[in-house]
């Protein structure tokens, strides 16, 4: 069974700081891209950032300059580094992973984090 847990999230100041982490634990063989989503109440869930297996980082033009992303693969494990927040970056993050496992590859979500920024 392979398990996605988030932490790091929490309720910061606008212009704050913030790093979420995720780690993958499980029957692991190997893993694709990682990411991190998020859905704020009212509103669809959306990609914030993902990093592939070689490193190769995409964000969504609203946290572009404000968040880098970043991978362990030795770890199975990947950050999310958000700077200089904005009310409107207050959501539920998830973390998500495309996970081959004994046989066969999955994508996987964690459980989300709250992050709360105040004006």
């Known amino acids: 069974q392979v398990q996605l847990m988030e932490s790091g999230g929490g309720l910061v100041q606008a212009g704050g700081s913030l790093r979420l982490s995720c780690a993958a634990s499980?029957?692991?063989?190997?893993?694709?891209?990682m990411g991190w989503h998020r859905q704020a109440p009212g509103k669809q869930r959306e990609l914030v950032a993902v990093?592939?297996?070689?490193?190769?980082?995409d964000y969504a033009d609203s946290v572009k300059g404000r968040v880098t992303i970043s991978r362990d693969n030795a770890k199975n494990t990947v950050s999310l580094q958000m700077n200089s927040l904005l009310p409107e970056d207050t959501a539920v993050y998830y973390c998500?992973?495309?996970?081959?496992?004994?046989?066969?590859?999955?994508?996987?979500w964690g459980q989300g984090t709250q992050v709360t920024v105040s004006s």
């Open positions: 990093i592939t297996n070689a490193g190769i980082a």
């Open positions: 499980g029957v692991i063989s190997s893993i694709n891209a």
């Open positions: 998500n992973a495309r996970i081959r496992g004994s046989y066969y590859v999955n994508n996987y």
